[in-house]
């Protein structure tokens, strides 16, 4: 893991029954720049970007892009569990990193 | 002239008629966002970051038109992504010039030039390109990460104008910025002809990798002080200029994050055009349904206590210019004197 992916989620299967709630996860979900894969209580997965997400209605949602570009709403009731499948296509996009890389460029530009 | 008297008269018309309403929030820009596809990748850019399903998507025309409509801001400004990418940018902008709204169509200039080559736009007193340009050759290079964009977007700059074409530019200055060089830049933009410039801090998006690379608040006015003080008289901006003394630390604004509202994919975005704290389906959802008292400096929410961008302190200051005699005298003066 590089420096710039440390503090991705990437691949992080929240484990519910121990210390995190599926209310913080659908956050941590909202916030990841990655697809995730939704798996419903009746069995059922579906991939996708969660790009919206409401627990101050009468049926809390959340909602997806799947991997057509097409919208679901979901309601958080149904859901048994969020997984971090998808890349983080935040990580190792920062300035830093990409200051490092053209210092890096500079350096063996000058060593040839 | 920074603002043709046309738009600034439609604005000015807009403005007062929100205030004879008594309406308490109203949209002053549109931040229309019709795809976040883009040919750079700028380190701190929280827009491009999705999977490639998001990324291959964008809005369609009529929802597009559809937003403008709901929404009934006098600006709209088309940004993303890069809406020369969209592929009913013409039609778009055709569109928006029949509905008489003013467009500031924001780009990074890559493919300007083919676009007008092609004949894809026709000039027009409703539809301004808004360069972005992050400073002088070397800052905006590094900005977007890619050397050789500055010139790009000079010489677009160059072809826009020989068209006829309005032309302001867009520029945010990041931490480290250097008075003299921005000075500079503005000189080399004035020299270019461009109508006007509008410039703004950096924020830290809360899902931007590059937290650390952003303004804050002291440091800003400090900044902006230093750049803007004797302002040159052939330097015009493209913005309100008490806004403009807001950024120099000489008058005190909140925000008003309802001034520039954020239509995308994902719907009207919620509370600003910065945070992404969720989406409403509708823009009424949005006006009525947003917890506007949990944001801006006043509300103690630390998103905001350093923020001192243009989407949420412009409208500020537009509205401050209509809401009395001092203001708009104040403003008056400072456009007619050209002194900040």
New interface residues.
Partial sequence: MTQDQEQSLQGWVPDLENGVTLTEVVEFAFDYRGNVTLIRRDGGELVGYLFNRNINVSIPFVQLLDQEGEASKIAIEEIENIKFTGRDTAAGQSYEAWKRRKEEEKAEQAIQ | MTVPISQSYAVASYVIKQKVSRRKRYPLVLMLEPLFRCNL?C??C?KI???S??I??HVSLEDCLQAVDDCGAPIVSIAGGEPLMYPFIGELVEALIQRKKYIYLCTNAILLKEKLEAGLFQPSKFLSFSIHMDGLREEHDDSV?RDGVFDIAVEAIREARDRGFRVTTNTTFFEGADPDRMRGFFDEMSGLGVEGMMISPGYSY??A??Q??FLRRARTQELFAAALENKKPEWNFNQSPLFLQFLMGKRDYECTPWGNPTYN???WQKPCYLLQE??AETFEELMEETEWKSYGKASGNPKCQDCMVHCGYEATAVDHTFSSLRALKDTAVATIKGKL
Wanted: some cysteine; overall charge positive.
């Fill in positions: 990748a380190a701190g929280g970051q999705y999977p399903q998001v291959k998507k990460c809360s899902k990798p590059d650390e690379h994919m994902y719907g969720g989406y």
